[in-house]
C-alpha cells in the first residue's frame, strides 16, 4: 500500500519561504511522478509543481519562486518555495500516480493528507 506524508507547512509572512516534504512508503519515488498541488478555500485543486526520472515542470504562477527536487535514497520529493505570496495561501498536497508529470489531478492515484501553507501579507 502507497502512503504519502507532506510536511513543512506553517505560517510565513509574505516574501518568506518554506520548505515542503513528501515521504513515500510502499512505493519507489524514482520509477513515478510526483506532482504537488494546492487547494485554497473555495477553489479548486490545482497543479503546482510535479517531476519524474526526465523532466520538471511548473504552474506559470510559481515559475522562478518554488524548486521541486527528489532524493531518492531517502523517497522523498521537496518543494522549496521562496518569495511566497499571500495568494500561495493553501492545502498543499503531494500525489504520485503516472510515470509522466500530468497536471490533472484525476491522473494521480495515491495522495498525502496535505499540509496548511500560510501567508500573511
Known amino acids: 500500500q502507497v502512503q504519502l506524508v507532506e510536511s513543512g507547512g506553517g505560517l510565513v509572512q509574505a516574501g518568506g519561504s518554506l520548505r515542503l516534504s513528501c515521504v513515500a512508503s510502499?512505493?519507489?519515488?524514482?520509477?513515478?511522478?510526483v506532482g504537488w498541488f494546492r487547494q485554497a478555500p473555495g477553489k479548486e485543486r490545482e497543479f503546482v509543481a510535479g517531476i519524474s526520472w526526465s523532466a520538471i515542470y511548473y504552474a506559470d504562477s510559481v515559475k522562478g519562486r518554488f524548486t521541486i527536487s527528489r532524493d531518492n535514497a531517502k523517497n522523498t520529493v521537496y518543494l522549496q518555495m521562496n518569495s511566497l505570496k499571500p495568494e500561495d495561501t493553501a492545502v498543499y498536497y503531494c500525489a504520485t500516480g503516472p510515470r509522466v508529470v500530468r497536471t490533472n489531478v484525476r491522473e494521480y492515484d495515491y495522495w498525502g493528507q496535505g499540509t496548511q501553507v500560510t501567508v500573511s501579507s
Open positions: 510502499g512505493r519507489t519515488f524514482s520509477s513515478y511522478a
